[in-house]
Nanobody
């Protein structure tokens, strides 16, 4: 069964940090680039970052550049998103998604991704 599962979301103070995880199974993990998206209530799903199959290339939305870092451990079939200096506007459900390509761009829309997780809630509030 193809599956992506996000974890690590929660409530954090502005300026705080969270690390999200995305674990995959049922497909050839290291053939896929992994993207992170987020969706706030009433908003379109927004690309946040993506990481190449090897983990050696990453891309980020301007809104998170310098604050978020994607990484991956292919031996564990897991991708991470380290989120630092969090802001209230980062509040959203965060999704990971797998794309059948080695490289990726954050500008590619959700339709370019093959598999999706169910999301994890991130709330940044005092």
């Amino acid at each position: 069964q193809l599956q992506l599962v996000e974890s690590g979301g929660g409530l954090v103070q502005p300026g705080g940090s969270l690390r999200l995880s995305c674990a995959g199974s049922g497909f050839t993990w290291d053939n896929y680039a992994i993207g992170w998206f987020r969706q706030a209530p009433g908003k379109e799903r927004e690309g946040v970052s993506c990481i190449s199959n090897s983990g050696r290339s990453t891309d980020y939305a301007d809104s998170v550049k310098g604050r978020f870092t994607a990484s991956r451990d292919n031996a564990k079939n897991t991708v991470y998103l380290q989120m630092n200096s969090l802001k209230p506007e980062d509040t959203a459900v965060y999704y990971c998604a797998a794309q059948a390509s080695f490289y990726c761009s954050v500008d590619k829309g959700p339709s370019s991704y093959d598999y999706w997780g169910q999301g994890t809630q991130v709330t940044v509030s005092s």
